[in-house]
């Protein structure tokens, strides 16, 4: 398999971006979750927040990495088009939702970090080292930025619901080459898609 995009076939590097990628928002969508129904008063959450939290800081930051490089990587490249007689309107909506999740990828894990920085907070990569906190303290920011965070997140596990909709539906209605030609194993070997079903 290619390291790079064909216009048929997604390359190795982008598929490893992308499952990597959705690896990390599924897992830290989990965490966020949890560390909502944790409270002060139950013995043993206390310890789990402050095991859970980094850890969901940690993922994010990750995710924000990963996800410039995928943008850097795809920037001035080609992409598989999408199968003959594909309606406009389908591929706007496609090529739209997409750009939503790169942009609410760049902007969930920026306003969190400011979020934690503007706190005075400091937390460490996976335990590995201590992330500096390159935003001053400040209250206001700290409320502004939370509440970006938590409406962009539950957009961006809106947006990453109505992306996999969009495969499922292709892969078992449409019954072309959108999911499997981005799956590790199971995309097509040969160079040309094959068509979908009338």
Not at 78 to 84: A, E, H, I, K, V
């Amino acid at each position: 398999m290619p390291a790079h995009n064909t216009n048929q076939l997604w390359g190795s590097v982008t598929k490893a971006l992308h499952w990597s990628i959705a690896l990390l928002i599924i897992a830290n969508i989990i965490i966020a979750q949890w560390i909502s129904t944790l409270e002060v008063g139950i013995p043993g959450d206390p310890e789990m927040w402050r095991f859970l939290t980094p850890l969901h800081k940690s993922i994010g930051l990750v995710a924000l990495i990963l996800i410039i490089i995928r943008l850097a990587w795809a920037f001035g490249g080609t992409r598989p088009d999408l199968p003959s007689g594909t309606p406009q309107w389908q591929r706007n909506l496609t090529y739209s939702v997409h750009g939503l999740i790169y942009m609410m990828i760049l902007v969930v894990p920026v306003v969190g970090y400011t979020t934690s920085a503007a706190t005075g907070s400091h937390f460490e990569l996976f335990g590995l080292f201590v992330v500096p906190n390159l935003v001053p303290e400040n209250t206001v920011l700290v409320t502004v930025t939370y509440w970006i965070h938590f409406v962009g997140g539950w957009a961006l596990a809106g947006l990453a619901t109505l992306h996999t909709a969009s495969a499922l539906w292709h892969h078992f209605v449409k019954k072309d080459d959108i999911l499997t030609g981005m799956l590790p194993s199971l995309g097509p070997s040969s160079a040309e898609p094959s068509k979908p079903a009338e």
